[in-house]
């Protein structure tokens, strides 16, 4: 069972930069299809960014050119970073992992996902 843990939300100004941190533990993720997801408030579940374990990327629309995600597998973690931060990028940040890449729109979705860390952009 994979425990998925995130960090490195908070508050920030419109333009800055955030760099979210997911650590996984209880299983090595190393050859786990990875992502990041976000939820507002009020609205739908939206798919950020895939990571595969052969480096293959799939960005979402909302997310080109300005999130990059990336993986440290000796450290069971994947990263974020989230730059030219907008007031409507404020949401909840969550990670997720799969020995399959899934879809965000079609459950079941990622196996396994965090509770998410607050991103706030003013």
């Known amino acids: 069972h994979v425990q998925l843990v995130e960090s490195g939300g908070g508050s920030v100004q419109a333009g800055g930069s955030l760099r979210l941190s997911c650590v996984a533990s209880?299983?090595?993720?190393?050859?786990?299809?990875v992502g990041w997801f976000r939820q507002a408030p009020g609205k739908e579940r939206e798919g950020l960014v895939v990571?595969?374990?052969?480096?293959?990327?799939n960005t979402e629309d909302s997310a080109k050119g300005r999130f990059t995600v990336s993986r440290d597998n000796d450290k069971n973690t994947f990263y974020l970073q989230m730059n030219s931060l907008k007031p409507e990028d404020t949401a909840m940040y969550h990670c997720?992992?799969?020995?399959?890449?899934?879809?965000?729109?079609?459950?079941?979705?990622?196996?396994?996902r965090g509770q998410g860390t607050q991103v706030t952009v003013s």
């Open positions: 997720a992992a799969d020995p399959v890449c899934r879809r965000w729109d079609i459950e079941p979705g990622f196996s396994y």
């Open positions: 209880g299983y090595s993720i190393r050859n786990y299809c």
């Open positions: 990571l595969d374990s052969d480096g293959y990327t």
